[in-house]
T-cell receptor, first 113, second 111 residues
Framework: EAQVTQNPRYLITVTGKKLTVTCSQN?????MSWYRQDPGLGLRQIYY???????DKGDVPEGYKVSRKEKRNFPLILESPSPNQTSLYFC????????????FGPGTRLTVT | GEDVEQSLFLSVREGDSSVINCTYT??????LYWYKQEPGAGLQLLTY?????DMKQDQRLTVLLNKKDKHLSLRIADTQTGDSAIYFC???????????FGSGTRLLVRP
């Protein structure tokens, strides 16, 4: 089954404790991205990757890092989480030129206290 | 800049039609989308429309695009309780991969 998986689905952590949210897709997609969803703001893009070793900033990259060492994986790293990074995070992937082919993961709800 | 706006809430009675509206600012948008998010779930692509079209119908869903006014709407016919969800309008500027989302409209269907 074609899917995008994220782990963990739920995480509560404390300020400053480094964490990684993993994202994996089994569709051999080149393009992957991370979004955060906040009430009243919709989804905003954090980082995206066009292919292995190719990453770039989205609209709200501050406080986040990503890496793309393998085509299937695109982890999101918070080196020193802060409460304003409490949010719902979605990973997405796409094979085609256009965004309508994007598949979204189930989301990771992160709370930073 | 790029901006997509939606009203936050819509309540309808089961069996009625629902119309969710969206406005966008980027005239270079090539595709416009409607996504559905059910409680605790990810985003599901409902439908999309290319910018050179003005209408697209898919079963109970009708998308209308007024490119002059930069206005997009989603009509759901015979709305059911299972349609209760948050609906996001989104666009892709300049044939890019990037999706610009609206804030989402929460649709509540009353029995």
């Amino acid at each position: 089954e074609a899917q995008v998986t994220q782990n963990p689905r739920y995480l509560i952590t404390v300020t400053g404790k480094k964490l990684t949210v993993t994202c994996s897709q089994n569709m051999n997609h080149e393009y992957m991205s991370w979004y955060r969803q906040d009430p009243g703001l919709g989804l905003r893009q954090i980082y995206y990757s066009m292919n292995v070793e190719v990453t770039d900033k989205g609209d709200v990259p501050e406080g986040y890092k990503v890496s793309r060492k393998e085509k299937r994986n695109f982890p999101l790293i918070l080196e020193s989480p802060s409460p304003n990074q409490t949010s719902l995070y979605f990973c997405a992937s796409s094979s085609g030129q256009l965004a309508y082919e994007q598949y979204f993961g189930p989301g990771t709800r992160l709370t930073v206290t | 800049g790029e901006d997509v706006e939606q009203s936050l809430f819509l309540s309808v009675r089961e069996g009625d039609s629902s119309v969710i509206n969206c406005t966008y600012t980027d005239s270079s948008s090539t595709y416009l989308y409607w996504y559905k998010q059910e409680p605790g779930a990810g985003l599901q692509l409902l439908t999309y429309i290319f910018s050179n079209m003005d209408m697209k119908q898919d079963q109970r869903l009708t998308v209308l695009l007024n490119k002059k006014d930069k206005h997009l709407s989603l009509r759901i016919a015979d709305t059911q309780t299972g349609d209760s969800a948050i609906y996001f309008c989104a666009e892709t500027p300049d044939s890019s991969y990037k999706l610009i989302f609206g804030s989402g409209t929460r649709l509540l269907v009353r029995p």
